[in-house]
């Protein structure tokens, strides 16, 4: 890919919207995966009461949008801002108290687990019916847009994040004394331009430098997460 390719996908622009300020992409082809759109404003014509308690509007009791929703609510019921980065707001904005819980926990994916994404880990990699694998680097792209995969000298391989079609953990038995069984891979599904069905992709926890999985670990459970959010942008 060249530089200035590579600059006309990571351009941004700043706009206002009713909703506040919000940094996206100077392309709208090129925005994240993992994005939402601002929902429409419920009328403020069709909402005389607040959509959570029932409190009519008046000249002391005003109404308020919640920027994620888009539903009418009074003060009360939608006093919280909270960062909404999946909708690229620069600052926290007025949300209901439904949506404010689900923002912040999706704050923990972009202030956490993106940045695992991110950074990478080792997994053997097999591509299809291969019956060899390859040891590769898997990380996220700066745009959230690819999955690359980085072997030996220049082979280098990606797969577009918003073609993934399915995502299933491979894991094995459950620990001693109970609890959750430990991720030990992943298989990706996605589709692949001109070719007809879905390609497969399945990747294997590998030993880092330091002759830990930890990492490979802490990453597939980040694109498990990644992948819910994925699922939900395009249910939107």
């Known amino acids: 890919m060249s530089s200035e390719v590579a600059a006309r996908r990571d351009a941004k622009k700043l706009v206002r919207s009713p909703s506040g300020l919000r940094m996206v992409p100077e392309h709208r082809a090129y925005g994240s995966p993992f994005g939402l759109e601002e929902p429409p404003w419920v009328p403020d014509k069709e909402c005389p009461r607040c959509m959570q308690c029932d409190t009519k509007f008046d000249f002391l009791t005003r109404k308020h949008h919640c920027r994620r929703c888009g539903k009418c609510f009074c003060d009360k019921c939608c006093g919280q801002k909270v960062a909404l980065r999946r909708m690229c707001f620069v600052d926290p904005v007025r949300q209901c108290a439904g949506c404010a819980p689900v923002s912040r926990r999706e704050a923990d994916f972009y202030d956490r687990q993106l940045k695992l994404l991110l950074s990478g880990a080792t997994f053997l990699v097999t591509f299809g019916n291969s019956e060899k694998p390859d040891t590769r680097v898997c990380r996220l792209s700066s745009n959230q847009r690819f999955l690359l995969l980085d072997g030996?000298?220049?082979?280098?391989?990606?797969?577009?994040?918003?073609?993934?079609?399915?995502?299933?953990?491979?894991?094995?038995?459950?620990?001693?004394?109970?609890?959750?069984?430990?991720?030990?891979?992943?298989?990706?599904?996605?589709?692949?331009?001109?070719?007809?069905?879905?390609?497969?992709?399945?990747l294997t926890a590998s030993e880092d430098a330091d002759g830990s999985r930890r990492q490979a670990t802490a990453w597939l459970a980040a694109m498990h997460k990644a992948a819910k959010l994925l699922h939900e942008s395009r249910d939107q």
């Open 152 to 202: 030996d000298g220049d082979d280098h391989r990606e797969v577009e994040v918003a073609r993934i079609a399915a995502v299933q953990m491979l894991t094995e038995g459950l620990p001693p004394g109970g609890g959750n069984a430990r991720a030990t891979g992943m298989t990706l599904q996605y589709t692949t331009p001109g070719a007809e069905g879905l390609t497969q992709l399945t």
